[in-house]
Each structure stands twice: as C-alpha cells, then as structure tokens.
C-alpha cells in the first residue's frame, strides 16, 4: 500500500479527529448505533478525497469507535466508552460480592465494574474437566497430559442497563483453569458459582488467593477470538494471563483474559515500602 504524503497523512488525521470528537460528544448524526453519511458525502463536507475519508474511517474501525459492516456502509459503534478493569480493588472481596440491589450480591468483579458504568453482565459459561493447555499446567504444576484441570470458559457481554432488549456486546473471552483435586465436586464445577465467584468459592474450601501475578501482552486477536468478539484484524486485544497462589504458595487459579484493546483500561495500584 502506498503510504500517503505528510499533506494526506496531515488531512486524513484532520477528518478522523473531527469524526472522533463528533462520536465522543454523542452529536447528532454520530450517536450510539447510527449510520455515518457515506464516503462521498463526508468527502464533499470536508472538501477532501474520497481516499482520505476512507483512510480516516478506517482508523477509526481500528479504534473501534466505527464498525464497517459490508454492503450496509459504516455505523458508530453501540460502545464507545472503556470499561477500566481495576487490577488491585477487584480481587477484594468486597468489590466481587457487591450488594446490587434486589437481594442479589455481585458474581465477581467483572459483574461490580460493569454495573458501575450502567451496564448490565451476561456471560456465556461453560465448565469442563480437561487436559490443561502447557501455560496453565506449568503455571499450576499439574499434570498437561492427564485429566488435571477444571475448566471454566467464558465469552462476556455488556447490555446498557437503560436498554435491556438491546443486543449484548461482547466485551471479553476469559478461560480459567483450576486445579481438580480442589475444584472437582464443588460448586467451581456449576455454572453459576454464586457471589463473589470463583474467587470467593476458592477462599471458602480454604485457598484463599493472596498473591496475584499478572503478566500482559497485546497481539491481533486469533480468528475464533475475532469471531467471538466481533473483532476485524486490525483490532488488537490484551492478552492477559492471570496467575493467584495462596499464602502457601499454591497455585489456584490460572485464568486468559481476552480484551479488545480499545474496549478496556487496565489499572493498577500499590503500597511501597520506601525502606526498602
């Protein structure tokens, strides 16, 4: 592809900006949902080359704030704000078991931060014995080759609580392996884990998480991940792999977390001790 001069690079920018703000501020004609004017009308409003709208478009289908759907034109995405993942609050029990309202305590933290921004969770969640992938046997320490893990995978949606009939968005795959001589025959094996999760199942048959290591990475996602999260190839993903140990040491939980990058924020904080 040739790459354009600093004049169209200068004015493809222009164009993707102008779209950007418009999307952001929720302006009419660029809200949640609606078709953006076809190529040839935003050239003309910005008195440009088709080529440069184009360009800027597809930046913005990059950025994920504009979906190109074929044969049917472009449209602003129906999610254009970030969910942040708060990677030290959301493992304390407080944030996962959140009373929200009706009787009913939060199933983790994904449900708390979702709810927080207004949004309503649904996952897709099924569990399985299986032979776990080399990364979460090693991190584990079971056995790759025998039947050694529980494995819950998940695909995760968004619904915009003031629109319930909307359709989800999907917003992650995660796939969490743990250990079967803990989590076989208990409630880890159920679909529905109760409040708090996994996390809060571990803790109470005694292997309470202490010890959180996260290591990330952002790649282009793999076909069946594209196709779960309604990803071109363009959009990068997060590939986050979670690992929590008790105050013994062990090794209880390892979980993929599959995030499209301009969907989330990943946020941390910590204590130092300045003695040290």
Known sequence: ????????AAEYRRVADDIR??????DDGFTPGSRLQSLQKLATHYGVPRSIVDRAVRSLVAE??????QGRGSFVSRFVRKITRDGTSRYRRVAREQDIGGGRQSRGAFETELRGMGLV??????????????VAAHALAVDADAISAVLRSRVMYAVPQDDPSARPIPVQ??????PLDI????????IDTGPGGSISRLADLGFAQTHIEETINVRPPTAAEAQSLNLSDQQP???????ARTEAG????????IMPVHLWTLRYDWALDPTT
Do not use: C, K, N
């Open 173 to 178: 795959v995660a796939d969490t392996f743990l």
């Open 1 to 8: 592809m040739t790459e354009p001069t600093d004049s169209a």
């Open 64 to 69: 994920g704030l504009v979906v190109s759907e």
């Open 21 to 26: 703000s418009h999307i952001r501020a929720g």
């Open 250 to 257: 062990r090794a209880v939980e390892a979980t993929v977390h």
């Open 237 to 243: 993903v997060y590939e986050l792999l979670h690992v």
């Open 183 to 190: 989590a076989g025959d208990t409630q880890l094996e159920d």
């Open 121 to 134: 969770p649904e996952s897709r969640v099924t569990v399985d014995r299986v032979q776990p992938t080399a």
